[in-house]
């Protein structure tokens, strides 16, 4: 069985940072693509950034470029976020996602499988 489960949110002030991570089990880790997506009350599910399980290649929302890092830790099965220069409008519920492809689906409708999701906020 498929599991994804998000930690590391919370409340924190704009300009600070988070790492959030996702702990993977239940297929081979190493093989697939993961990808971080974000919803904000009364917006749509937004993609945030992914990585390839191909070549290692990644890829941001133009919101996030710069200021968002995302990793996979293969050995620990986990993928992370490094968020820094955090802004109020970043403020969402962040989930991990996979579509157990190697390579990064654009839409969230594309991925099976979702963690529970973490929430960020961010104070102004």
């Known amino acids: 069985e498929v599991q994804l489960v998000e930690s590391g949110g919370g409340l924190v002030q704009a300009g600070g940072s988070l790492r959030l991570s996702c702990a993977a089990s239940?297929?081979?880790?190493?093989?697939?693509?993961m990808g971080w997506f974000r919803q904000a009350p009364g917006k749509e599910r937004e993609g945030v950034s992914c990585?390839?399980?191909?070549?290692?290649?990644?890829y941001y929302a133009d919101s996030v470029k710069g200021r968002f890092t995302i990793s996979k830790d293969n050995a620990k099965n986990t993928l992370y976020l490094q968020m820094n220069s955090l802004k109020p409008e970043d403020t969402a519920v962040y989930y991990c996602?996979?579509?157990?492809?190697?390579?990064?689906?654009?839409?969230?409708?594309?991925?099976?499988?979702w963690g529970q999701g973490t929430q960020v906020t961010v104070s102004s």
């Open positions: 996602a996979t579509a157990l492809s190697s390579w990064c689906p654009r839409l969230p409708g594309e991925y099976e499988y």
């Open positions: 239940g297929f081979t880790f190493d093989d697939y693509a």
């Open positions: 990585i390839s399980s191909i070549d290692g290649n990644t």
